[in-house]
T-cell receptor, first 116, second 115 residues
């Protein structure tokens, strides 16, 4: 069965430092997609980055990069040069299948606190 | 604004009453998803539509829950005979059906409180 595990309930990082948020997943499918979303205190989920299971290169989007280690079934999010506005909940998510129509499951999230 | 919208943003109801929420997806998105999120947890999948067809339902979606997307545009989620355990944030998301990676765009949610 699909499962997403985020083992860090909360993380602190100093402004301008880099931080890694951990995510491990479990699936028996060969084809799947991995996502990270940000949820600020306002509540709206914001898509950050995507990694397909067949993508050989790690995904990058601006200050976000996804450290994809397929054999270890991990998909850690790296945020470089943290900013105060990065303080939020971060959710790792997985979608099985490659046609986009399958349900997406989310981890329990990691709350990131950026200190000035 | 061309994002996903949800109404109402907040709903307080008494146990046993019926409630209905509405979601308007991004206009070119033909996939629409409903999730439930409780405090401190990630969103839990409830159901998903492609156009007007409801293609998957979670076991979380009891008989008291029903969702529709009659014309393949907006969707409604109805909860009948609400219970206190239904108190949660109900999130709607939409995505494209082709072209990958099919990331979902979320609305602001409807917060339901059952007293």
């Amino acid at each position: 069965a699909q499962k997403i595990t985020q083992t860090q309930p909360g993380m602190f990082v100093q402004e301008k430092e880099a931080v890694t948020l951990d995510c491990t997943y479990d699936t028996s499918d060969q084809s799947y997609g991995l996502f990270w979303y940000k949820q600020p205190s306002s509540g709206e989920m914001i898509f950050l980055i995507y990694q397909g299971s067949y993508d050989e290169q790690n995904a990058t989007e601006g200050r976000y990069s996804l450290n994809f280690q397929k054999a270890r079934k991990s998909a850690n999010l790296v945020i470089s040069a943290s900013q105060l506005g990065d303080s939020a909940m971060y959710f790792c998510a997985m979608r099985e299948g490659d046609t986009g129509g399958f349900k997406t499951i989310f981890g329990a999230g990691t709350r990131l606190f950026v200190k000035a | 604004d061309t994002g996903v919208s949800q109404n109402p943003r907040h709903k307080i109801t008494k146990r046993g009453q019926n409630v209905t929420f509405r979601c308007d997806p991004i206009s070119e998105h033909n996939r629409l998803y409903w999730y439930r999120q409780t405090l401190g947890q990630g969103p839990e999948f409830l159901t998903y539509f492609q156009n007007e067809a409801q293609l998957e339902k979670s076991r979380l979606l009891s008989d008291r829950f029903s969702a529709e997307r009659p014309k393949g545009s907006f969707s409604t989620l109805e909860i009948q005979r609400t219970e206190q355990g239904d108190s949660a944030m109900y999130l709607c998301a939409s995505s494209l059906a082709a072209g990958g990676p099919y990331e979902q765009y979320f609305g602001p949610g409807t917060r339901l409180t059952v007293t």
